[in-house]
């Protein structure tokens, strides 16, 4: 048996990671970006690609991951919440809901991401 709150588990990631990404692009500098010793980057949005934005773009790029990372988490909640409530809690179901939670995720996402390189290589 499941427990309930395992299915929320890539809801939750996506969301928390988004956030993060977002409060990153909109408060570090590219100077203390630079100074950082490892390697940030969004997908294949690379460290001096982020830098080189100027703080508008910036700030664009991180208002759509915003509003990606709240559908992708939220419409990965709906599913979750879902199989809690019309399936047994089973590892099958588990890995079905988590498969389909994946698929959305992509399927949402890639757009999203699609207008960050757009802006990003403008």
């Not at 100077?31 to 934005?53: A, F, N, P, T, W």
């Not at 559908?71 to 890995?95: D, G, Q, R």
Request: aromatic residues 12%; contains cysteine.
């Amino acid at each position: 048996m499941m427990d309930i709150f395992e299915f929320f588990v890539f809801p939750v990631s996506i969301f928390s990671t988004g956030l993060i990404m977002c409060l990153f692009l909109l408060f570090v500098t590219p100077q203390e970006m630079e100074q950082m010793h490892g390697d940030v980057q969004i997908g294949i949005i690379s460290k001096q690609e982020i830098m080189s934005l100027s703080q508008e773009r910036r700030n664009k790029v991180a208002k759509i991951m915003a509003v990606a990372a709240l559908i992708c988490s939220l419409s990965a909640a709906i599913i979750a919440w879902l199989y809690v409530s019309l399936t047994p809690k089973t590892l099958l179901a588990f890995l079905c809901c988590l498969f389909l939670q994946v698929i959305v995720f992509i399927g949402f996402g890639v757009p999203f991401y699609r207008k960050m390189l757009l802006i990003v290589h403008s």
